[in-house]
């Protein structure tokens, strides 16, 4: 069972930075169609997938377009530690977000979380103006 602990988030004016780090353990399949990121739910809106980097090939990274050029997501180590570097944040970023993996990614789907297996506990990011 793959377990994942997230670090980071806290609080911060408009226009800083934060960065989230997500540690998986835990995989047993040794398959290379795993994927890491992050998704993130504001109180009252749906759960959003904000970044993804999937292990196949050499690697990709997939982003909302609400977040492009502001954040990046990237590995540490082979399918164990992502980084989310956030910089320029607004207000609207503000929200719980979670770490997710799942075995068997698929581009089409990677940013959907209704095709990931694992979750972490969720940690608030909370940007003010």
């Known amino acids: 069972q793959v377990q994942l602990v997230e670090s980071g988030g806290g609080s911060v004016m408009a226009g800083g930075s934060l960065r989230l780090s997500c540690a998986a353990s835990?995989?047993?399949?040794?398959?290379?169609?795993?994927?890491m990121g992050w998704f993130r739910q504001a109180a009252g809106k749906e759960r959003e997938g904000v970044a993804m980097?999937?292990?196949?090939?050499?690697?990709?990274?997939h982003y909302a377009d609400s977040v492009k050029g502001r954040f990046t997501i990237s590995r540490v180590n082979a399918n164990s530690t992502v980084y989310l570097q956030m910089n320029s944040l607004k207000p609207e970023d503000t929200a719980v977000y979670y770490c997710?993996?799942?075995?068997?990614?698929?581009?089409?789907?990677?940013?959907?979380?209704?095709?990931?297996?694992?979750w972490g506990q969720g940690t608030q990011v909370t940007v003010s103006s």
């Open positions: 997710a993996a799942d075995d068997w990614c698929s581009i089409a789907t990677i940013l959907n979380g209704d095709f990931f297996g694992y």
């Open positions: 980097f999937y292990f196949g090939g050499r690697g990709s990274t």
């Open positions: 835990g995989w047993s399949d040794p398959n290379s169609r795993k994927c």
